[in-house]
């Protein structure tokens, strides 16, 4: 499971789907994914027409996929045999046997994506999960965020940043480019909802700390300005002191 995002999902269940999973036609969901569920505040239905229906976001596809799905307890033969947990309709559709399938929650909302599936730029992925999920709890969980992020050893160094730091600055962006005065036309993702980069004002390279005060969501001409114009370190103060005033410590 991607560890950068572990810190932004509350609750997260992993399965592997099997051949029998596939062949009837109805996904069975294991005790941490009925969890999952359960926290969001689903219970399943009784099967057929009193199947519980929902969608799931898939924040990982590139198109803004969403999935439609019914939700049910299925009395299986024999005595004494408890009713089993399973979904129908799209996911039976979109997996595939040997598809590792995450569930989580954040709040109400429910997540699904495969773990085995190309992995999305983290901005990319914070994004969708933002655009979703209630701006107050992913503000609330990216408001205790402190202090300077881990490095994690791959071919080269690169620092581990927080996904609820990404999340939590895209959700107060509001869909509008945080660098004050703005006038640069935005970009829309295919699902219609705003294009913007999560930005450190002072560089994590720099020891800047990867938190909300530090972060700001800005659309890819800003973001690219504040990195290489020859105005950044005076744009960066005017940014600075933007996000201070929206975090209340101006």
């Not at 009925?34 to 027409?49: F, Q």
């Not at 519980?52 to 803004?64: A, S, Y």
């Not at 699904?112 to 503000?139: C, F, H, M, R, Y």
């Not at 720099?206 to 001409?221: F, H, R, S, V």
């Amino acid at each position: 499971m991607r560890k950068d995002f572990l810190d932004v999902l509350e609750n997260v269940g992993v399965k592997v789907v099997t051949k029998t999973d596939k062949d009837k036609g109805a996904y069975v969901l294991n005790g941490s994914q009925r969890t999952v569920l359960e926290a969001a505040g689903i219970s399943p239905g009784d099967g057929g027409e009193n199947a519980i229906l929902f969608e799931l976001d898939v924040p990982n596809d590139p198109d803004g996929l969403k999935l439609n799905v019914s939700y049910y307890n299925s009395v299986r033969r024999g005595a004494g045999r408890t009713p089993e947990a399973r979904m129908g309709r799209d996911i039976v559709r979109w997996m595939e046997v040997g598809d590792e399938i995450v569930l989580a929650n954040i709040g109400q909302t429910v997540f699904v994506w495969k773990e085995n599936a190309p992995t999305l730029p983290l901005g990319q992925v914070a994004s969708s999960i933002a655009d979703q999920a209630d701006p107050n709890a992913l503000l609330e969980k990216a408001r205790r965020a402190k202090g300077r992020p881990r490095k994690q050893e791959r071919s080269i160094s690169d620092f581990q940043r927080s996904s609820a730091v990404v999340a939590g600055a895209i959700a107060r962006a509001g869909g509008r480019c945080e660098m004050p005065n703005c006038i640069r036309d935005t970009v829309n993702r295919p699902d219609g909802t705003t294009y913007l980069e999560v930005h450190h004002v002072t560089p994590l390279a720099e020891g800047g700390e990867d938190t909300m005060l530090n972060a700001a969501a800005l659309c890819p001409t800003c973001h690219r300005e504040l990195h290489y114009g020859n105005l950044r370190l005076n744009r960066r103060d005017i940014l600075r002191r933007a996000i201070a005033h929206k975090e209340g410590e101006s």
